[in-house]
């Protein structure tokens, strides 16, 4: 388990993160990292390893920073403090990003199949047209995605669950190292929740990809994901899952009580 | 027939103008409508004509100096460049900075653009004359270098528009996606308001602010409501545009009108009964479905 220090609280132990010099299989490494916006920073002195093929869930109440972090992870937020290290020569993944599909506007008229397109631009050159390999892999990506019959549909008349699936498959086709998804089953029914899940459980069995899910779903993440990642505080608690799920936990962090 | 053989001899440059304007214009504007700064679209072609009105203050106080071979056309033109892309940079830096309201901004730049451009007027001799017209939007006379000009310019921003569409359309769609593929969304913004920027100046120049923001909106927001996908959105734009600005030219001609307060308002009726005859078969259709 690894816990950072939040701003003015004592961390608990720091196990694995802090050993930064041991040969390991991490993806992504945060050594006293410190992120935010505008220099003002939410979380600071992060200390936390994603390890390659792993499937972790990032919990927290709402106003955390939980996104704060994935925005920082992924390059789009700088941090504050301290360096965000990528595997062995510090390359920087190929990112998959499923954002949360409220945050995109439907004033666009675009098809589900123009959606996933976006997926392989980072390949594609500026002013250059997409090549038919591209399109069939982006295709293949929609059919894996249980998402091929929507592809001429217009993406912002689907449903939350077709919607949540063209985006993954838009991930997918970016050809990741490492698939990360905010909140991909908020808003869902129940039955669609599940079937996303299961898509997330198929894509990390079948491609060994690491995955890192932002969700409020805790009996979900319980089921499904290897490790947590515990936003809570202004700290970071990183553990195996059935550690940091117990029922004691969740009602610490999110002040809950069960009946 | 013979209004429109009077209509290229008499006027051809200026009905030139009128479609070219009508053209660009929409196809830019779809970028406004896309990324709702549709108070943009209407507070730019104000700072711009501000941008005119000051570059002829400043030439008339003799602080531009008269440059050999300059043309008023030209003065305007850098007026209006400097001025729209002045705001567009400052809007930019102020939205990054963050805090205030960003409607707030841009209403600020309208009114005060509106209020220096009268100022502005009524203290030069030329305002009484030329300019005063060219920003009332008479398109009378045009000549081929300020056509070329134009023609030149329009061509540069509707070929970065086409070209780079998938770019432009990323950053302006998902620009978390495109940080995540590396796109140097900055750079991508930078190219997409100078595109903007060039053909409110240029525009705003050949036909004024009413026109230019007539232009810049009202066929986009109609194309909204027809389009099914983003090719169908741009080409429909550009097609009513088109289409209005070479009746409205006509019609203007025929009843001894301002040509550009008749395109404009030409493209209010046709919006009209886009919306209502949309609303119609909406209906229509909604009654023919059988009820369960």
């Given at each position: 388990?690894?816990?950072?220090?939040g701003?003015?609280?004592?961390?608990?132990?720091l196990?694995?993160?802090?050993?930064t010099?041991a040969?390991?299989d991490?993806l992504?490494?945060l050594?006293?990292?410190a992120?935010?916006?505008?220099?003002?920073?939410v979380?600071?002195d992060?200390?936390?390893?994603?390890?390659?093929?792993?499937?972790?869930?990032?919990?927290?109440?709402?106003?955390?920073?939980?996104?704060t972090?994935l925005?920082?992870?992924?390059g789009?937020?700088?941090?504050?403090?301290?360096?965000?290290?990528?595997e062995?020569?510090?390359?920087?993944p190929?990112?998959?990003?499923?954002?949360?599909?409220?945050?995109?506007?439907?004033?666009?008229?675009?098809?589900?199949?123009?959606?996933?397109?976006?997926?392989?631009?980072?390949?594609?050159?500026?002013?250059?047209?997409?090549?038919?390999?591209?399109?069939?892999w982006?295709r293949?990506?929609?059919?894996?995605a249980?998402?091929?019959?929507?592809?001429?549909?217009?993406?912002?008349?689907?449903?939350?669950g077709?919607?949540?699936?063209?985006?993954?498959a838009?991930?997918?086709?970016?050809?990741?190292?490492?698939?990360?998804?905010?909140?991909?089953?908020?808003?869902?029914d129940?039955?669609?929740?599940?079937s996303?899940?299961?898509?997330?459980q198929?894509?990390?069995r079948e491609?060994?990809?690491t995955?890192?899910?932002?969700?409020h779903?805790?009996?979900?993440?319980?089921?499904?994901?290897?490790?947590?990642?515990?936003?809570?505080?202004?700290?970071?608690?990183?553990?195996?899952?059935?550690?940091?799920?117990?029922?004691?936990?969740?009602?610490?962090?999110?002040g809950?009580?069960?009946? | 027939?013979?209004?429109?053989?009077?209509i290229?001899?008499?006027?051809?440059?200026?009905?030139?103008?009128?479609?070219?304007?009508?053209?660009?214009?929409p196809?830019?504007?779809?970028?406004?409508?896309?990324?709702?700064?549709?108070?943009?679209g209407?507070?730019?072609?104000?700072?711009?004509?501000c941008g005119?009105?000051?570059a002829?203050a400043?030439?008339t106080l003799h602080?531009?100096?008269?440059?050999?071979?300059?043309?008023?056309?030209?003065?305007?033109?850098?007026?209006?460049?400097?001025?729209?892309?002045?705001?567009?940079?400052?809007?930019?830096?102020?939205?990054?900075?963050?805090?205030?309201?960003v409607?707030?901004?841009?209403?600020?730049?309208?009114?005060?653009?509106?209020?220096?451009?009268i100022?502005?007027?009524v203290?030069?001799?030329h305002?009484?004359?030329?300019?005063?017209?060219?920003l009332?939007?008479?398109?009378?006379?045009?000549?081929?270098?300020?056509?070329?000009?134009t023609?030149?310019?329009f061509?540069?921003?509707?070929?970065?528009?086409?070209v780079f569409?998938?770019?432009l359309?990323?950053?302006?769609?998902?620009?978390?996606?495109?940080?995540?593929?590396?796109?140097?969304?900055?750079?991508?913004?930078l190219?997409?308001?100078?595109?903007?920027?060039?053909?409110?100046?240029?525009?705003?120049?050949s036909?004024?602010?009413?026109?230019?923001?007539?232009?810049?909106?009202?066929?986009?927001?109609?194309?909204?409501?027809?389009?099914?996908t983003?090719?169908?959105?741009?080409?429909?734009?550009?097609?009513?545009g088109?289409?209005?600005?070479f009746?409205?030219?006509i019609?203007?001609?025929?009843?001894?009108?301002?040509?550009?307060?008749?395109?404009?308002?030409?493209?209010g009726?046709?919006y009209?009964?886009?919306?209502?005859?949309?609303?119609?078969?909406r209906?229509?259709?909604?009654?023919?479905?059988?009820?369960?």
């Amino acid at each position: 388990m690894a816990v950072a220090r939040g701003s003015g609280t004592l961390a608990p132990v720091l196990l694995h993160a802090k050993d930064t010099n041991a040969t390991d299989d991490s993806l992504v490494r945060l050594d006293g990292v410190a992120v935010g916006y505008d220099r003002h920073a939410v979380l600071r002195d992060i200390h936390f390893r994603l390890r390659r093929g792993s499937f972790t869930g990032l919990l927290g109440a709402n106003g955390s920073g939980k996104t704060t972090l994935l925005k920082t992870l992924l390059g789009i937020l700088p941090p504050v403090a301290g360096r965000v290290k990528y595997e062995g020569d510090n390359r920087v993944p190929t990112f998959g990003y499923v954002p949360q599909r409220e945050s995109l506007d439907s004033i666009f008229l675009f098809t589900s199949l123009e959606v996933a397109l976006m997926g392989v631009y980072g390949r594609v050159k500026p002013g250059r047209t997409i090549e038919a390999a591209e399109r069939e892999w982006v295709r293949e990506c929609l059919r894996k995605a249980g998402a091929v019959e929507t592809e001429r549909q217009r993406f912002s008349e689907l449903s939350g669950g077709q919607k949540q699936r063209v985006l993954i498959a838009r991930a997918l086709a970016a050809k990741p190292d490492f698939l990360v998804l905010d909140e991909p089953t908020t808003g869902l029914d129940p039955a669609a929740a599940q079937s996303i899940i299961d898509l997330l459980q198929a894509i990390h069995r079948e491609g060994k990809l690491t995955l890192l899910m932002v969700s409020h779903d805790l009996l979900t993440v319980r089921r499904y994901v290897q490790e947590v990642i515990w936003v809570h505080q202004g700290k970071i608690e990183q553990g195996r899952a059935e550690d940091l799920l117990t029922r004691r936990k969740i009602e610490e962090v999110l002040g809950l009580e069960w009946s | 027939m013979e209004t429109l053989r009077e209509i290229f001899s008499l006027f051809r440059n200026s009905l030139c103008i009128s479609l070219l304007v009508g053209l660009v214009c929409p196809l830019v504007g779809v970028f406004l409508v896309l990324r709702r700064l549709i108070f943009l679209g209407v507070a730019l072609p104000q700072v711009s004509s501000c941008g005119i009105a000051a570059a002829f203050a400043l030439h008339t106080l003799h602080i531009i100096p008269h440059l050999e071979g300059s043309t008023e056309h030209s003065l305007a033109f850098m007026g209006s460049s400097v001025f729209t892309l002045g705001a567009i940079a400052a809007l930019s830096a102020l939205e990054r900075r963050g805090g205030g309201l960003v409607d707030g901004r841009i209403g600020t730049a309208y009114v005060l653009a509106g209020a220096w451009s009268i100022l502005l007027l009524v203290k030069n001799p030329h305002g009484e004359h030329g300019l005063l017209e060219r920003l009332k939007g008479e398109i009378i006379a045009v000549s081929n270098a300020d056509l070329a000009l134009t023609g030149i310019t329009f061509g540069v921003v509707t070929a970065v528009l086409l070209v780079f569409r998938k770019e432009l359309l990323l950053v302006s769609f998902d620009r978390e996606m495109a940080l995540t593929l590396r796109k140097n969304v900055r750079v991508w913004d930078l190219v997409l308001f100078g595109a903007i920027g060039l053909t409110v100046s240029m525009s705003v120049l050949s036909v004024g602010p009413l026109v230019t923001f007539g232009f810049l909106l009202i066929p986009p927001l109609m194309a909204h409501l027809l389009a099914k996908t983003m090719w169908q959105f741009m080409l429909l734009a550009s097609a009513i545009g088109v289409a209005a600005a070479f009746i409205g030219f006509i019609l203007a001609y025929r009843w001894d009108l301002p040509v550009g307060p008749t395109d404009v308002a030409l493209l209010g009726v046709i919006y009209g009964a886009t919306f209502f005859g949309k609303k119609l078969c909406r209906r229509s259709l909604a009654l023919k479905r059988p009820a369960h």
